[in-house]
């Protein structure tokens, strides 16, 4: 029996989709940028472009035009409602990769005190008003305790995204108050997410079977979250490692990842009646704590989100907004009852824990103003409401307008209680620290790259890496470049042939063994002990190392430079083969053509270290010597000692060499140098002040001498040091990496190992 084929859309239905989706999305974004320009959020003019073309408007001014673009079919608006579900989807992603729950950690008692109390006042006081209002609010008249439910956990809604936009706008977010403010709300709306699948689930089963049914739905919300943060973990950053190894930067790669693992998890959610936003929003969650998914794949799927998908959702969910229904009292009446619920609701519960939590008065009513805004989120719980039988229109009318209006309600309120917040001493040096890291150097480098066989200069080098990762969030690729078959040999078709079968016994870049292929079976051996060696001597955790193995191509140095393009912000490099010759060029032929032609900020760590211990014993640093000069590299070189120093407890020693025959050839001969021995006490205090600020013991010393490089070398045999970081700057042409003579001589004539920081060259 042939199976009968379902015939497609008409070409009607395709047209009505078309210009329903049309007029959605330019309304919802026009209408958006205009209230962006206005100071609100740009949610707000996305719902009011469904009142605008819903029957709140248009279907009053204009009822047949309404009726010809949205004909009342319940096919017809099903199909614009699958691609809303879609944008709804997404939403709650974005809302979990938002959700810190470090931040939450971090602020654990006034976040948990503001969330608990803003959560339970509301709730009952929504619930309690439910069993008020008359039955025309019900979509059942069997469903008054499910519909009492649904109402209190709608109140009980906060919605972050307008307090974050607020608290940015404002420029406070850093501060205690934002920190808490905002953890409390993702605390909150977390909470909130698991009561309305909870309600949900009560609302399919029906009153009679609330009981039995409310039981289940427990269980089975323990379930998913027991299993969601255990094994999901490692399945959200195994999938992020697997796509970031096998497709590099690619971001849509990311991005689609993302949005396969928020529909699986949504499928398994929805089938076990949790509602498909509840498994979305934990993806969101998890792969938000994943290093792989990196800030561009975030913000791509902002954009394709915020840009398309949520708007169509805003504007479809003010499609049903019929503001038509508030002419009737009774309806105007209960909806200013439940307004003035919500607001009193929140207010009241979130001022009472930030209270308890040892808070100001005035502390206290700024996060009431902030976690009252309900804004997008109310929007998704009403039109889950709706969905399944909870809400009727005028009661899905009268929570939308709630959300508005407290979203509209929320930034001056915010603004005026913020504003009576004095600051603290403690909290001005924390914003002040928090500022320099994210103007500083390290601030920004959040994936390094540090190529590897194992010699003893890049074991330091991943020691020194370690060391400045320990305090921060940064990503260390170890890379192994296999070497073995690099230059196929014979005509362009026979190579092209051997790299495509390489390829296929290639896995992330290693040779898998192909029945007696030995030396296959070896190579992949030793990049794997080389690779547990490096990882030793990072010392990191697991999260923030990444090991690959790459087979080179034409040569070594091309093959680092192909994955160093692929969005680092540091290379790091250990250098231990240098030239014997004075004039010869510093390094060895492939790590001075890296050099040269690297796309990132580079590290290059130099040492004379015995090669022969494999694993190296941890090298000890008690005592750094900074040369400076002022520059923008010598500052990043600062940040760098700075950052060793504080997870070695050293002594960072800070000099300043004047060049005394320099001077004279300025100034004439014997010229006082007070002039210059000033400027050089100004250069040094700049750095000790940002060391000092980093919690570092600093010393500092300036002085003249005829060869500055010579004096920096001895201080560093007189004192004893063991670490000597120096800023250093790629000269253009010439045909060598050339740091300059004083970076030169440093790294030829040093009794302990040097670190060169740079600039890209180009």
């Not at 996305?46 to 009142?51: D, F, H, K, S, T």
């Not at 709804?88 to 939450?104: K, S, Y």
């Not at 307090?163 to 404002?170: E, H, P, R, S």
Request: hydrophobic letters at 50%; a negative charge; glycine letters at 8%.
């Amino acid at each position: 029996m042939v199976s009968e084929v379902l015939p497609p859309l008409s070409e009607h239905q395709l047209l009505l989709l078309f210009a329903e989706l049309f007029l959605l999305l330019f309304t919802a974004r026009g209408l958006g940028e205009i209230a962006k320009r206005l100071s609100l959020p740009s949610v707000l003019g996305e719902l009011l472009a469904g009142i605008v073309i819903g029957p709140s408007l248009l279907g009053v001014l204009a009822p047949g035009v309404f009726t010809a673009i949205f004909p009342p079919e319940a096919s017809q608006y099903h199909l614009i409602e699958a691609v809303s579900w879609v944008g709804l989807l997404m939403l709650l992603v974005v809302t979990g990769l938002e959700t810190d729950l470090e931040l939450i950690i971090s602020r654990a008692k006034p976040a948990t005190y503001t969330a608990f109390t803003g959560i339970v006042i509301p709730f009952a006081m929504g619930f309690g008003l439910a069993y008020l209002l008359p039955g025309e609010f019900l979509a059942a008249d069997n469903q008054r305790f499910v519909f009492s439910l649904f109402l209190g956990t709608a109140l009980s809604i906060s919605a972050i995204p307008v307090i974050a936009k607020v608290l940015i706008d404002m420029d406070v977010i850093g501060r205690d108050i934002g920190q808490i403010t905002i953890a409390s709300g993702m605390l909150n709306d977390t909470i909130g997410w698991i009561l309305l699948a909870l309600v949900a689930s009560l609302a399919r089963a029906g009153s009679d079977q609330a009981l039995s049914t409310a039981g289940e739905t427990i269980l089975w919300l323990v379930i998913f979250l027991g299993v969601s943060f255990t094994l999901g973990r490692r399945l959200a950053e195994w999938s992020m490692r697997w796509v970031d190894t096998n497709f590099g930067s690619d971001d849509l790669a990311k991005t689609t990842a993302v949005m396969i693992l928020a529909l699986g998890v949504g499928t398994i959610t929805q089938y076990l009646g949790l509602e498909a936003v509840l498994g979305a929003f934990v993806v969101g969650v998890l792969v938000g704590q994943v290093r792989r998914f990196d800030q561009a794949a975030r913000h791509t799927f902002e954009v394709i989100t915020i840009g398309i998908f949520a708007p169509i959702f805003f504007a479809t969910a003010g499609l049903r907004v019929d503001l038509t229904a508030m002419a009737d009292p009774t309806v105007l009446l209960g909806g200013v009852a439940i307004l003035g619920v919500a607001i009193a609701g929140k207010f009241i519960g979130t001022y009472v824990g930030a209270r308890a939590a040892g808070l100001s008065p005035w502390e206290g009513i700024a996060m009431g103003s902030g976690l009252n805004a309900r804004g997008a989120l109310e929007i998704i719980v009403a039109t889950i409401g709706l969905s399944v039988g909870i809400l009727t229109t005028t009661t899905y009318t009268i929570i939308v307008m709630v959300a508005i209006i407290t979203s509209l309600l929320a930034p001056p309120l915010l603004r005026a209680s913020l504003s009576r917040i004095e600051l603290s001493e403690e909290e001005a040096i924390r914003l002040e620290r928090k500022e320099l890291e994210r103007r500083s150097f390290l601030g920004d480098v959040i994936r390094v790259l540090l190529p590897t066989r194992c010699s003893t200069s890049s074991q330091l080098t991943a020691q020194l890496l370690g060391h400045i990762a320990r305090e921060r969030d940064i990503e260390v690729t170890s890379m192994y470049v296999d070497t073995a078959g690099t230059a196929p040999s014979g005509t362009s078709l026979i190579r092209r042939t051997k790299r495509a079968i390489a390829r296929l016994r290639t896995i992330d870049g290693r040779a898998q063994s192909d029945g007696g292929m030995l030396a296959a079976r070896n190579n992949r051996e030793s990049a794997e002990s080389c690779l547990e060696v490096i990882d030793s001597q990072l010392g990191l955790p697991q999260k923030y190392i990444r090991d690959i193995v790459r087979s080179a191509r034409l040569s070594t140095s091309e093959t680092v430079l192909a994955e160093a393009g692929e969005g680092y912000d540091l290379l790091a490099l250990g250098a231990s083969e240098q030239s014997v010759t004075e004039d010869g060029p510093l390094f060895s032929l492939a790590i001075d053509d890296l050099i040269r032609r690297t796309p990132c900020p580079m590290m290059v760590v130099v040492s004379d270290m015995d090669p022969r211990p494999r694993p190296l014993p941890e090298v000890p640093i008690r005592r750094i010597l900074l040369p400076t000069v002022g520059t923008q590299y010598s500052r990043r070189a600062a940040e760098i000692a700075f950052a060793i120093a504080t997870s070695c407890n050293a002594v960072v020693e800070i000099v300043h060499v004047v060049n005394r025959p320099q001077i004279n050839e300025l100034y004439g001969r014997n010229v006082n140098l007070s002039k210059a021995i000033d400027l050089g006490e100004d250069i040094v205090a700049k750095e000790a002040d940002l060391g000092r600020k980093m919690d570092v013991d600093v010393m500092t010393e300036v002085s003249a001498g005829e060869k500055p490089e010579r004096n920096i070398v001895e201080r560093a045999m007189i004192d004893d040091v063991d670490l000597i970081v120096i800023g250093g700057e790629i000269r253009p042409a010439t045909r060598r990496a050339f740091f300059g003579h004083r970076v030169e001589h440093i790294v030829r004539n040093a009794h302990c190992p040097v670190a060169v920081i740079s600039s890209a060259s180009h």
